[in-house]
């Protein structure tokens, strides 16, 4: 069993910045993957980053170059700095980590940027 609790979200304005925050906790296992998905009202959910446990990371293209992934071994904790916000960055972030396989995800928190 693997719980993760996000924290972070909030409401700024466009050109702004927020950093989430994900914590596991659990059967999490030295070798995963974790990162964020983000679904905005009426989208289907889509990935925005991932780290592996080794620091290997990837990016949607939107993200890329705004956004910046890292990852806290010893505490298991991954953290989403996110820059020069965007009104289309609006969306739930869900954080989730890939064990073995398994997905496992967080309860999610908003993130909204007003224009």
């Known amino acids: 069993q693997v719980q993760l609790v996000e924290s972070g979200g909030g409401l700024v304005q466009t050109g702004g910045s927020l950093r989430l925050s994900c914590a596991a906790s659990?059967?999490?296992?030295?070798?995963?993957?974790m990162g964020w998905y983000r679904q905005a009202p009426g989208k289907q959910r889509e990935l925005v980053a991932g780290i592996s446990s080794g620091g290997s990371t990837n990016y949607a293209g939107s993200a890329k170059g705004r956004f910046t992934i890292c990852r806290d071994n010893a505490n298991n904790t991954i953290y989403l700095q996110m820059n020069s916000l965007k009104p289309e960055d609006t969306a739930v972030y869900y954080c989730y980590i890939n064990r073995y396989g398994l997905l496992y995800w967080g309860q999610g928190t908003q993130v909204t940027v007003s224009s």
């Open positions: 659990g059967s999490t296992s030295v070798i995963n993957v």
